[in-house]
């Protein structure tokens, strides 16, 4: 599977690392690329308008929880925790952010928060939040278990 990542209104398939001609990270962390009208966007493996209500969703419950979240789809490593670490710490906004890592594979989920929302984004709303992903996760259907679970962490972790 090719790593997936997602931040705010941020959906990049290679958020830092070398980018195609064309290409560019802007300032929110957003990749900016373009293509010919009705191409197909390479790499990614959701249809679009997944990636739409992804984002959306993302958008919607950084505003209302004021907590930057992200969502990345890809190998977490042996340690899947470690893993998802080291992804939030690469991010725009790290301790403002929590991340929901899945690594499809290994069937591994893991949330992390940064300094800043750890307090509000601790182990017993990270808890809800997979609880509320895992029957859209067993049924195959990756993008409803994350929108569930931005949702239930959106609404446990209430804004400051």
């Known amino acids: 599977m090719v790593p997936l990542m997602a931040s705010g209104d941020v959906v990049a398939n290679n958020p830092v690392g070398d980018l195609p001609m064309g290409a560019v990270v802007t300032n929110s962390g957003r990749v900016s690329a373009v ?64 991340l929901i890592a899945v690594s499809p594979n290994s069937k591994d989920i893991a949330v992390v928060s940064g300094s800043a929302v750890a ?22 259907e990756l993008i409803d278990g994350l929108v569930s679970a931005l949702r239930v962490m959106t609404t446990a972790a209430v804004a400051p």
């Open 119 to 140: 307090g509000r984004v601790n182990d017993r709303v990270a808890a809800l939040g997979v609880t509320a992903a895992a029957g859209s996760f067993r049924r195959g």
């Open 35 to 98: 293509r010919f009208p009705d191409s197909e966007v390479p790499g990614f493996p959701f249809p679009a308008k997944d990636l739409a209500r992804l984002e959306e969703t993302l958008r919607d419950c950084s505003e209302r929880a004021r907590v930057r979240f992200s969502v990345y789809l890809g190998d977490l490593g042996s340690d899947p925790v470690a893993g998802a670490r080291e992804v939030l710490l690469k991010g725009p906004e790290p301790a403002h952010g929590t």
